[in-house]
């Protein structure tokens, strides 16, 4: 499984230690990429355009699962959960991570990164992703409900895929000035190019890109 750790600027100060503490707690098997946002960086951006970044690595096939949060972690669980190809579960102790895991399966986390994290937090961090990485993911839970829970976690997803625009339909409704700073993040989108599965997808935003490009050197002229 590949894992991706990206969070919002307002808690880059807290991007190493999200990095190195999923490291702890996945697979020696997995790999964990880290996309930022990095403390020393200068360019701002908000939840919302975090969790466009995170729905591009998703769709295309580049990740498998992602860490994210915010100050609070709801506003970037509400962000992704309004975005093609993600279910994200907000979780804020050992046992939200272990039950989202292992019931609703899905392929986002989002934790409060500064509310409620005082003296000794970064326990209550480690402990949480120990347990989110425990066991398989969508298994059910508990186990003479298994079966009911993985049935209502696939009806779930389903209802998701339903419910949402594509990223064919929704490209062009992004303002072109937010579309260009994500697609301008070179790190996530070498990552995109380079691991990502989703053939059409990459080429739209390949092709997006290449426009703007286009547009920015036409500008110039």
Same mark, same amino acid.
């Given at each position: 499984?590949? $894992?991706?750790?990206?969070?919002?600027?307002?808690?880059?100060?807290?991007?190493?230690?999200?990095?190195?503490?999923?490291?702890?707690?996945?697979?020696?098997? =997995?790999?964990?990429?880290?996309?930022?946002?990095?403390?020393?960086?200068?360019?701002?951006?908000?939840?919302?355009?975090?969790?466009?970044?995170? !729905?591009?690595?998703?769709?295309?096939? +580049?990740?498998?699962? $992602?860490?994210?949060?915010?100050? !609070?972690?709801?506003?970037?669980?509400?962000?992704?959960?309004?975005?093609?190809?993600?279910?994200?579960?907000?979780?804020?102790?050992?046992?939200? +991570?272990?039950?989202?895991?292992?019931?609703?399966?899905?392929?986002?986390?989002?934790?409060?990164?500064?509310?409620?994290?005082?003296?000794?937090?970064?326990?209550?961090?480690?402990?949480?992703?120990?347990?989110?990485? =425990?066991?398989?993911?969508?298994?059910?839970?508990?186990?003479?409900?298994?079966?009911?829970?993985?049935?209502?976690? !696939?009806?779930?997803?389903?209802?998701?895929?339903?419910?949402?625009?594509?990223?064919?339909?929704?490209?062009?409704?992004?303002?072109?000035?937010?579309?260009?700073?994500?697609?301008?993040?070179?790190?996530?989108?070498?990552?995109?190019?380079?691991?990502?599965?989703?053939?059409?997808?990459?080429?739209?935003?390949? +092709?997006?890109?290449?426009?703007? =490009? +286009?547009?920015?050197?036409?500008?110039? $002229?």
């Amino acid at each position: 499984m590949r $894992v991706a750790v990206i969070q919002g600027t307002t808690r880059r100060n807290m991007n190493l230690l999200l990095f190195e503490s999923v490291k702890k707690a996945v697979q020696s098997s =997995d790999e964990v990429l880290n996309f930022g946002i990095f403390e020393e960086e200068n360019e701002q951006y908000s939840y919302v355009e975090i969790a466009i970044l995170i !729905s591009f690595l998703m769709e295309s096939g +580049a990740v498998d699962f $992602v860490v994210t949060g915010c100050s !609070s972690g709801q506003g970037m669980m509400l962000a992704c959960n309004s975005l093609p190809d993600l279910l994200c579960g907000y979780i804020e102790n050992p046992q939200d +991570a272990f039950l989202f895991g292992r019931i609703n399966g899905g392929n986002v986390a989002s934790l409060p990164l500064d509310l409620n994290f005082g003296w000794q937090g970064e326990l209550n961090l480690q402990y949480t992703l120990d347990k989110l990485f =425990d066991g398989e993911f969508g298994m059910g839970y508990p186990e003479h409900e298994a079966e009911i829970k993985r049935l209502e976690a !696939s009806a779930l997803k389903n209802l998701n895929r339903l419910t949402k625009r594509s990223w064919e339909e929704l490209l062009d409704q992004i303002p072109k000035d937010n579309l260009n700073k994500l697609l301008q993040r070179k790190i996530v989108m070498n990552a995109i190019i380079n691991k990502g599965s989703n053939k059409e997808f990459i080429r739209l935003l390949k +092709a997006k890109a290449d426009k703007m =490009d +286009a547009d920015r050197k036409w500008n110039k $002229v």
